[in-house]
């Protein structure tokens, strides 16, 4: 754990020697909450936000490029948070209105919206590459990106920059979020409560669970948007969700805790179905959220990369029972 309570991303090339069931109950259940607390803050603060910038060629370009710079799993993730909360806080300012000013035309506007536009869309590798490299500076001291990695890589893509706009860049980056980039990341959350489940006699070894998790989150990250709408249709019984019940939706995308459960909760299947129901009763328990949205989240995952023969045909409730639970968060009505 580092000072924060967040969980310290491991190396991916360590995964053999993890270890779970080696920390005090008592720093667990601390951390644990710590977690609970950020995740409610996180969802609470999505309440409003629009768009996503999670899209599929842009995480896979910078989980290439995180495996390339020999980063950690976990690097990869949060590189992908820090770019999205910057872009959004980009996109923010670009069409927040701007004071009234009597001699400016309505031509001037936007031509003005129209420039800042166009120097977002042009610096935007930079301020990728810049998340990555701000995400690796979190990480162990030795796994840091150096300039000259940086210089050299954008120079083979033909975009040739200085050192000192290099950190012009990550200065742009961590004034927009306020200096505010050590965001703990899904990875975190599934790692925690694979933690707690090791304590609770799960009887899917952690470590087993692990692996897999990984492979699912990496899923989840690639696949965010069919995966979501998915879960959107489920919760509101409509294959043509409003555009307001996308925007409600927007806090179910940023629940962290609902996302390690059902990655948990499908890594589970995968390895011995027939214990994914003391799982499932395992995660309610712990997390507090209802078996029917673990069983929905759950089943999305896993029709997304393994396709048929899913807890969707093994849970107790039928399927549009079990969208209920996230239909808190999406009113049915427009």
């Keep these: 754990l580092n000072m924060d309570g967040a969980v310290r991303p491991r190396?991916?090339?360590?995964?053999?020697?993890?270890?779970?069931?080696?920390?005090?109950t008592e720093t667990i259940e601390n951390a644990l909450l710590h977690l609970a607390q950020q995740n409610e803050r996180a969802v609470q603060e999505a309440a409003g936000r629009t768009g996503s910038f999670r899209e599929?060629?842009?995480?896979?370009f910078v989980?290439?490029?995180?495996?390339?710079?020999?980063?950690?799993k976990s690097v990869s993730y949060q590189a992908v948070e820090i770019l999205e909360r910057f872009m959004v806080k980009q996109a923010e300012n670009i069409c927040r209105p701007a004071p009234v000013q009597p001699r400016v035309d309505t031509k001037t506007e936007s031509q003005d919206w129209r420039t800042?536009?166009?120097q977002l869309f042009n610096k935007f590798l930079l301020r990728l590459v810049s998340c990555v490299q701000l995400a690796s500076k979190l990480s162990f001291h030795y796994r840091i990106v150096s300039n000259i990695a940086v210089l050299d890589f954008l120079q083979a893509l033909g975009h040739l920059h200085t050192k000192e706009e290099l950190l012009e860049s990550e200065l742009d980056v961590l004034k927009?979020?306020?200096?505010q980039i050590n965001l703990?990341?899904?990875?975190?959350?599934?790692e925690m409560l694979l933690e707690v489940l090791g304590y609770n006699g799960c009887l899917v070894p952690a470590i087993q669970l692990h692996a897999t998790c990984l492979t699912l989150l990496d899923l989840v990250y690639l696949l965010h948007e069919p995966i979501y709408e998915s879960l959107l249709r489920a919760s509101i019984e409509n294959s043509t969700p409003s555009q307001l019940q996308g925007e409600k939706f927007i806090s179910v995308k940023e629940d962290f805790m609902l996302l390690a459960v059902g990655?948990?909760?499908?890594?589970?299947?995968?390895?011995?179905?027939?214990?994914?129901?003391?799982?499932?009763?395992?995660?309610?328990s712990i997390t507090g959220i209802a078996l029917e949205s673990i069983a929905e989240f759950s089943y999305a995952i896993l029709t997304h990369s393994v396709g048929a023969n899913t807890p969707g045909q093994q849970q107790p409730v039928p399927p549009h029972k079990a969208a209920r639970a996230l239909r808190t968060a999406v009113p049915s009505n427009t």
């Design 263 to 284: 990655i948990i909760a499908a890594s589970a299947f995968i390895q011995n179905h027939e214990c994914w129901r003391q799982v499932v009763g395992h995660l309610q």
């Design 176 to 179: 927009s979020l306020n200096f």
């Design 56 to 60: 599929t060629r842009i995480v896979e």
């Design 184 to 190: 703990p990341t899904p990875l975190a959350y599934v």
């Design 11 to 24: 190396l991916a090339s360590s995964s053999a020697d993890l270890k779970f069931g080696a920390v005090a």
């Design 116 to 118: 800042l536009k166009e």
């Design 63 to 72: 989980f290439l490029l995180s495996e390339q710079w020999c980063l950690e």
